[in-house]
């Protein structure tokens, strides 16, 4: 065997996380993928199909508002499921005001339902584009949500998810739509 292939004996010993500087990334996508898994077998035997409401925030500089989750990597549009006896209007307007201290003060355009299944093959989303809205103090981080913002189209966050942008191309750039998130 060539020299190259031995751990030299004058060398210092490599950690055991070497060449593994993504090790607290990597253990985070464990770990989120582990608490989906559970939070939708709960989902599962609670309920039949899941149904969501998500909603594109435009404000009038032509902004997109976004929430970062603390239980999930990335950047969203906000929203959330419908409750039993809720409906998809009612549910919005509670997510609005949880998740972004934002009120609705028009009523928001059905933009399109969407199957999740990266969440389950029993997860829709409906998607409103909401343009008329109050925010009377910007949102205050807490449990859930670590941090909102209004993002111009050509400033969205780096870590902004895949399906969000595929949204917001839909909605500003006539993006073919799709009926998958």
């Known amino acids: 065997m060539a020299d190259t292939d031995h751990a030299r004996p004058d060398a210092p010993a490599a950690p055991p996380e070497a060449g593994r500087a993504d090790t607290p990334a990597r253990l985070r996508r464990v770990g989120e993928r582990g608490l989906r898994r559970v939070m939708h077998v709960w989902w599962r035997l609670s309920r039949g199909l899941t149904f969501g409401v998500r909603a594109l925030v435009i404000d009038r500089d032509g902004?997109?508002?976004?929430?970062?989750?603390?239980?999930?990597?990335?950047?969203?549009?906000?929203?959330?499921?419908?409750?039993?006896?809720?409906?998809?209007?009612?549910?919005?307007?509670?997510?609005?005001?949880?998740?972004?201290?934002?009120?609705?003060?028009?009523?928001?355009?059905?933009?399109?339902?969407?199957?999740?299944?990266?969440?389950?093959?029993?997860?829709?989303?409906?998607?409103?584009?909401?343009?008329?809205?109050?925010?009377?103090?910007?949102?205050?981080?807490?449990?859930?949500?670590?941090?909102?913002?209004?993002?111009?189209?050509?400033?969205?966050?780096?870590?902004?998810?895949?399906?969000?942008?595929?949204?917001?191309?839909e909605v500003f750039r006539g993006a073919p739509g799709t009926d998958r998130w």
């Open 63 to 169: 902004r997109v508002f976004l929430v970062k989750h603390s239980y999930v990597s990335g950047w969203y549009l906000p929203g959330g499921g419908v409750e039993p006896g809720e409906s998809m209007h009612e549910a919005l307007g509670r997510e609005l005001r949880e998740e972004g201290n934002l009120h609705l003060t028009g009523t928001p355009a059905l933009h399109g339902i969407y199957l999740n299944a990266h969440v389950s093959r029993r997860d829709h989303v409906a998607l409103f584009v909401v343009r008329e809205f109050e925010q009377p103090a910007p949102m205050v981080p807490n449990h859930e949500i670590v941090a909102t913002g209004f993002f111009a189209l050509d400033a969205l966050p780096a870590e902004t998810t895949r399906g969000t942008r595929a949204r917001i191309a």
